[in-house]
Structure formats: C-alpha cells, structure tokens
C-alpha cells in the first residue's frame, strides 16, 4: 500500500514538472523531449513504458543468467537485465538507429554498459528494410504504412545465438517475433520472455507461434498484457 501510494506521489510530481530524468525501480531513465517524443515521456512518468517486461525480466533472471534481447527500444529493459546479470552478460539490439542516442545515454546515466548491437536481427546476414514512425511502439520490420523506411545492417539471429550462447531470450519486435522465434535453436534456451503483437499478425500466427514454443519443451508460466514468460520444463 505504502509503495503504491509513493509511486502515485511520484508520478503526479512527474506529470507537473516534467522531470529531465526519473528513475524507476532504481533505474535512472531520460525523459528528455531532446531525447524520446512526447508519449514516450508520459510513458515513463506514469512507469507505463515496458512495464510488463520489466516486471517479467525481475521474475525471471538471476545471477549467472545470459541474456540476448532483440529490441531494446530505450535501454530500459537492458537495463533491469544488467543489473541482474550484470553488463557483459546481456547483449542488446536495436534495429532503429535513430534510438542509439538515448539508449547510450541512459547506460550513461546508470554506470552500466550492456553489449549494444544496433542493428536488426533477422534470419539472414546482411541489409534489410526497416520501417518506423515518430512512435517507436510502431517501428518494426514489418511493414505497417506509417511511411517511414530505411535500409539496415541486419546479423542473422542464428549465428547471434551460437556466437553469444545466451540462456535467456527477451523479444519486442513488433510481429517480427512470429518469424524470428522460430529460427532460433532453443535447445540451450531456458527462459524467454516476449511480447505478442496479435493485432499486428492475426491470433492464427500467434497461436502457432505458442504451440511451437511449447513444443520445443516449454511451459508458459505467467502473461501480463501481451509479454508472456516462457521457462523450460523440468524434466520428468
């Protein structure tokens, strides 16, 4: 009761005097319109902004984890898996090159650096289209006609994994995640925390997308919103 009433203060606080910089759960986050648009500041004042994953990824990760996230959108997800794992042990992509200043800054702001790969993932080696708008929830590699496209370096998500040997898989990729999830061997792969984007690709896709998971010896153990936590099943 006590926590929520503070972080109701806090957010009132935020709303009026639209701070530079807030943190959230410890984390030292921009909110600086030179930095993020408008709806992504209100986002992070109200802790709105990936809060889902966040409250996920804390679940989820221990010590000794290793983590590949394909889509870091702000770094803040980044983040919370770095100060879990520590910085070395997360490896982060970002397909919108237009993100790397603000992500560099709030390494910056919190004394951490996780490995930063700004670039797409994708299931071949080379350039691909990325398509994107003012608003990064709708900046994905799928095509939405928002207007906005560009040509970037993309590394292939297989070799990404054999080369980085993660534990633990952390996607937001805006529909992507239907294609690229599938191209991972997941034979290694203990957690993987995702975010659906039914109303992207159809519920048929995401329904596959499920079962595929499941199939590859997975339960899933809890959903917030459209992020889903997947754990590896003990054996029997």
Same mark, same amino acid.
């Given at each position: 009761m006590l926590d929520r009433l503070k972080t109701s203060l806090a957010v009132a606080y935020r709303m009026r005097a639209k701070p530079r910089v807030i943190t959230i759960d410890g984390i030292k986050i921009s909110a600086d319109r030179a930095?993020?648009?408008?709806?992504?500041?209100?986002?992070?004042?109200?802790?709105?902004?990936?809060?889902?994953?966040?409250?996920?990824?804390?679940? /989820? +990760?221990?010590?000794?984890?290793?983590? *590949?996230? %394909?889509? #870091?959108?702000?770094g803040l997800v980044s983040l919370f898996c770095a100060r879990i794992c520590g910085p070395d042990a997360v490896l982060s992509y970002e397909a919108n090159p237009a993100l790397e200043r603000v992500i560099?800054?709030?390494? /910056? +702001?919190?004394?951490?650096?996780?490995? *930063?790969? %700004?670039? #797409?993932?994708?299931?071949?080696?080379?350039?691909?289209?990325?398509?994107?708008?003012?608003?990064?929830?709708?900046?994905?590699?799928?095509d939405r006609d928002f207007g906005g496209a560009q040509t970037v370096q993309c590394d292939a998500i297989g070799d990404v994994v054999t080369d980085f040997m993660p534990n633990t898989i952390i996607m937001d990729v805006e529909g992507a995640e239907t294609t690229l999830l599938p191209a991972i061997d997941l034979a290694r792969i203990?957690?993987?925390?995702?975010?659906?984007?039914?109303?992207?690709?159809?519920?048929?896709k995401i329904d596959t997308l499920i079962a595929q998971v499941k199939a590859s010896g997975f339960e899933l153990c809890e959903t917030i919103s459209a992020a889903y936590l997947f754990v590896r099943a003990a054996p029997t």
């Open positions: 930095f993020v648009t408008k709806d992504i500041a209100k986002a992070l004042y109200r802790e709105k902004h990936e809060h889902a994953e966040r409250k996920l990824v804390t679940k /989820a +990760l221990k010590p000794g984890d290793r983590v *590949l996230e %394909i889509g #870091a959108g702000v560099r800054h709030n390494f /910056a +702001l919190n004394g951490m650096v996780p490995r *930063l790969r %700004i670039a #797409a993932a994708a299931l071949e080696k080379g350039e691909t289209t990325f398509y994107f708008n003012d608003n990064i929830y709708s900046s994905s590699l799928i203990e957690k993987i925390v995702v975010e659906l984007h039914p109303w992207i690709v159809g519920q048929d």
